[in-house]
């Protein structure tokens, strides 16, 4: 059971949610649990026992030192409380590494967090690897299984069947229990997924400002953005092949009707990378 600190009533709160791991391609849905956290100062009220939910020799803990003193750091999943945020609520965000076992347990204790303090929706973030150019807009979808959700927000119900990760049982847990739910996927180009991609990062940020109905600070985002998409044209201007895929995945985006405001085009590019990491990917314990 999370022991949670005594935080008082929470404002209309919302949770957001992200993973380190199989969810996670160029750290994009991570890295946006961990800006949100800096810019609106959350504070840490709960974390859960590692012993329960992760293998570490998979997770490995680490040595650090804080004031001037050597402790044993182990990897977990953190609660975080956000007051007095620009979108006029507060918010709890979920900040961890994809667990390696009882996943079950692991969504149920985060939902009967969630219900203790009266969360209102919760919202999932996760990233994959797409045949989408770096240069264009990064594709963000966002699906609900709630009907009024949907009717709210203007939003698809996920067609997608196969594999999921922890987001997506933590989806599910919700709906379980009666918290409506919102996943976010952001596409992530496969050839430049495997660092950080802080455009796709600044295109979940975007689209939570949409969906939450506020306005929230992209601090170093955008410059790191444009930064990152310099860096690929360069690698892109050294290699003809890449140019000429580059040039390929442009005109096809281009050609498309809108394919970022597209649910299906997003979920059969997940498919394909699901498909893609089931013939190489050992399972959800490889997450880094």
Sequence with gaps: MIELEDIGALRDPVMIAAFEGWNDAGEAASAVVEH????????????????????????????VTEGGKRRISWRTTR????????????????????????????????????ESVEVSTVVTLGSLMADVAHSRPIPVTATSDSEDTRHRHGLEMS????????????????????????SCWAAV???????????????LVGRLEELLDGPIEHGDLDEDAR?????????????TEVAEYVESLEEAQDTAELPEASGDAIAKEFERYLRRRGTDDPGPTSAP
């Design 159 to 182: 067609g997608y069947e196969g594999p999921t990760g922890i987001v997506g049982v933590l989806s599910d847990a919700a709906t379980q229990v009666g918290i409506p739910s919102i």
């Design 227 to 239: 930064a990152w998409e310099r860096g690929i044209n360069e690698l892109a201007a050294s290699d």
């Design 36 to 63: 949100l956290a800096e810019i609106w100062g959350a504070e840490v009220v709960a974390a859960l026992d590692p012993e329960d939910y992760y293998d570490f020799q998979v997770n490995r803990p680490r040595v």
């Design 189 to 203: 180009p496969h050839y430049a997924g495997h660092s950080p991609s802080p455009k796709a990062t600044a295109a």
């Design 79 to 114: 609660v975080l409380v956000a007051r007095d945020t620009s979108l006029g609520r507060d918010v709890v965000l979920v900040q961890g590494v994809e667990p390696s076992f009882r996943w079950r347990a692991f969504a149920i204790e985060l939902m009967e967090l969630a």
